[in-house]
């Protein structure tokens, strides 16, 4: 996800940022499939579960709103 924002941010234009913060969100998705996967397995407890998925929600949620929040401030400027 980091790596997404990271490379987004070095385009100069916030219509390349806001396409690079829907792949880090989507990211976000990937990870929390792959703690399914570990949960599935056994290979990590409910706790560690629950805890790490709940903060991959909350960050595709802090993710979006910021989408939103540069998708108006784009708007603004026109």
């Known amino acids: 996800m980091s790596n997404n924002i990271a490379e987004g941010?070095?385009?100069g234009s916030?219509?390349?940022f806001i396409r690079f913060l829907w792949i880090a969100k989507g990211s976000c998705a990937e990870v929390r499939s792959m703690l399914f996967?570990?949960?599935s397995l056994?290979?990590?407890d409910s706790e560690i579960f629950n805890t790490l998925n709940e903060?991959?929600?909350e960050?595709?949620?802090e993710i979006y709103?910021?989408?939103k929040y540069l998708e108006k401030s784009t708007l603004d400027i026109k």
Request: include cysteine; charged fraction near 30%; proline fraction near 0%.
């Open 9 to 11: 941010s070095e385009y």
């Open 14 to 16: 916030n219509k390349q």
């Open 37 to 39: 996967v570990l949960y």
């Open 42 to 44: 056994e290979k990590i």
């Open 55 to 57: 903060e991959c929600l």
């Open 59 to 61: 960050i595709a949620k």
């Open 65 to 67: 709103h910021f989408i």
